[in-house]
């Protein structure tokens, strides 16, 4: 069979998309899903979207990490299936979608951000030297100093596979907070993924949420590995509403694969 394919790139978080209106990908296929993110092997992705149709919705958002597995909700990939909505003209700048958290809505502005509404967070856990929180994908956020020296890929590894988190896996973020009229640098070690990605939609989100606590205010600008992000949010102590992820979601190639 060969597939068509769409590479999208958010802040450097990076996915295959591939349009499933007709249904015809197999989504139980975990090992087909792994080898197509494969980066040498396969076209290479941090994860892979099906953009499906879905009655009541403009679309359906299907999110597996490059592992294979079914994921939660993806932020950079949210953006990016917007774009690609748009590409196929399923819509137009406006999106009503369902993906596994739940509704999102979204738009795309004349330069081509998107801002994309993303779940009310409704519990946040403040221990003595990390944040843990769910804004459709779990989180825990650590401050940290040099964060460009910072080991993420290790230390994120020992926290994401410790004994409260194996079993369910976490993503692991590590931010600086720095002078607070610049953006806040973060870097993530994803789980799914197992490895540091250039930017997590969800876990920047989380930790702008977290920052605030240490005094960034409303709406944080973030700078990641792979580009400039945004976050807009309403915090009133645990409760946190009006969450918007802003920032860029681009095509970067198209192409056939026969699998
Ligand atoms: N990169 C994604 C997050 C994926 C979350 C996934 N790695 C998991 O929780 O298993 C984002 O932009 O939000």
């Not at 792994?34 to 499906?52: K, N, T, Y």
């Not at 490059?66 to 299936?81: E, K, Q, V, Y």
């Not at 994908?137 to 460009?148: A, Q, R, T």
């Not at 969800?202 to 590995?225: E, Y």
Request: charged share 20%; with cysteine.
């Amino acid at each position: 069979m060969e597939i068509t394919f769409y590479k999208y790139q958010g802040t450097g978080n990076d996915f295959v998309m591939i349009d499933n209106r007709q249904a015809f990908f197999d989504i139980k296929n975990q090992a087909l899903v792994a080898s197509l993110c494969e980066r040498r092997m396969g076209i290479g992705a941090d994860g892979l979207i099906l953009l499906q149709n879905r009655a009541g919705y403009d679309f359906e958002m299907v999110y597996f990490n490059a592992d294979g597995r079914l994921g939660s909700m993806c932020g950079n990939g949210g953006r990016c299936t917007v774009q690609f909505a748009k590409q196929l003209g399923v819509i137009t700048d406006k999106a009503y979608f369902l993906a596994a958290d739940g509704d999102h809505y979204a738009s795309i502005s004349s330069d081509g951000t998107v801002s994309l509404k993303m779940n009310d967070v409704q519990a946040i856990e403040c221990a003595d030297n990390f944040y843990f929180l769910n804004t459709g994908s779990p989180h825990y956020v650590e401050f940290v100093e040099d964060l460009n020296q910072y080991e993420v890929f290790q230390k994120g590894r020992s926290i994401r596979y410790n004994d409260r988190f194996k079993a369910e896996g976490t993503n692991v973020n590590f931010a600086e907070l720095g002078q607070l009229d610049e953006p806040m640098f973060v870097r993530t070690y994803e789980r799914g993924v197992e490895d540091e990605t250039f930017s997590c939609g969800t876990g920047v989100t989380a930790t702008a949420i977290a920052a605030s606590f240490k005094g960034r205010t409303n709406p944080v600008k973030i700078k990641t590995l792979g580009g400039n992000l945004e976050v807009a949010f309403n915090r009133n102590g645990e409760m946190v509403t009006d969450i918007y992820l802003i920032g860029p979601a681009v095509l970067v190639f198209e192409g056939k694969i026969s699998v």
